[in-house]
């Protein structure tokens, strides 16, 4: 019962847990630059990862760029600075919310799908079965989804930003009586390539670790049905938490001396 000795083990425990998944995220990159590389698998999770996720993410993005667009005017229109509307909501959707709203929507549903698919194969011991035939499970079932996500994300989160700044777009010039030609010349001119680029190297950041932590999950689920439940449950809470924590830093790395 010493408050000491269990902040402790709880630290300790977070240790080994960070030191576990270190070490099977180094095993997965490993795996990825190494041949033989299963490009018809990497292709089916990025349908999966890609093409399956962009109509939650499009939908994501459109209202987000819309709700930008109303609350910037709201604010702005204070201080007579309703022009910033169409500034404020590109470099929003490209820098944060374009790659943060995509990278959550997607660890939901990808996160806990992965998750489950290689839960069940533990459990069922099919991941011992591709041991027992020669097969790496690693490169089978881990690098192809690795590469995959970080391959993918950026495409899906460049489709984002596009459909998140016409929503803003349309808001801006149907509702709120912005020039159509003024709205986008101020989209562009205040647009700079490292905004969309930050967004991109953030995209592919999380694209990894949504990956990452659904196979880590799932790979190491336990318990059978319960314990499918919990791995599902614990990839998507800790891939949108990392996605929150590496959001920050890659946003130091790129605008830290700006």
């Not at 018809?40 to 939650?56: E, N």
């Not at 509307?85 to 799908?113: D, F, N, Q, W």
């Amino acid at each position: 019962m010493n408050p000491l000795a269990i902040v402790g083990r709880i630290f300790l425990d977070f240790l080994a847990s960070v030191g576990r998944l270190t070490q099977f995220a180094g095993q997965g990159l490993r795996h990825c630059f190494a041949p033989p590389f299963y490009g018809r698998l990497i292709f089916k999770q990025m349908m999966t990862i890609g093409y399956f996720s962009l109509p939650v993410v499009g939908l994501t993005a459109l209202f987000t760029g819309m709700v930008l667009a109303l609350q910037i005017y709201i604010g702005s229109s204070r201080f007579n600075a309703e022009s910033a509307v169409a500034t404020i909501v590109v470099i929003g959707i490209t820098r944060e919310l374009g790659p943060v709203l995509g990278g959550l929507m997607v660890a939901g549903r990808v996160a806990s799908a992965m998750a489950a698919e290689i839960g069940t194969m533990r459990v069922t011991e099919q991941i011992d079965a591709l041991t027992t035939l020669s097969t790496n499970p690693f490169k089978y079932l881990v690098a192809p989804r690795l590469w995959a996500g970080v391959i993918t994300l950026p495409i899906l989160v460049l489709v984002a930003d596009i459909i998140g700044v016409m929503g803003g777009y349309l808001v801006g010039t149907h509702k709120l009586g912005f020039n159509q030609g003024s709205y986008i010349k101020n989209t562009f001119d205040f647009l700079e390539t490292l905004d969309v680029v930050s967004g991109l190297v953030k995209a592919g950041v999380f694209g990894f670790i949504i990956a990452l932590m659904g196979c880590y999950h799932g790979f190491n689920s336990k318990g059978g049905a319960q314990g499918v439940g919990r791995a599902t449950t614990n990839a998507v809470v800790s891939a949108s938490i990392l996605i929150l924590v590496a959001n920050y830093f890659v946003t130091e790395l790129f605008f830290a001396t700006k």
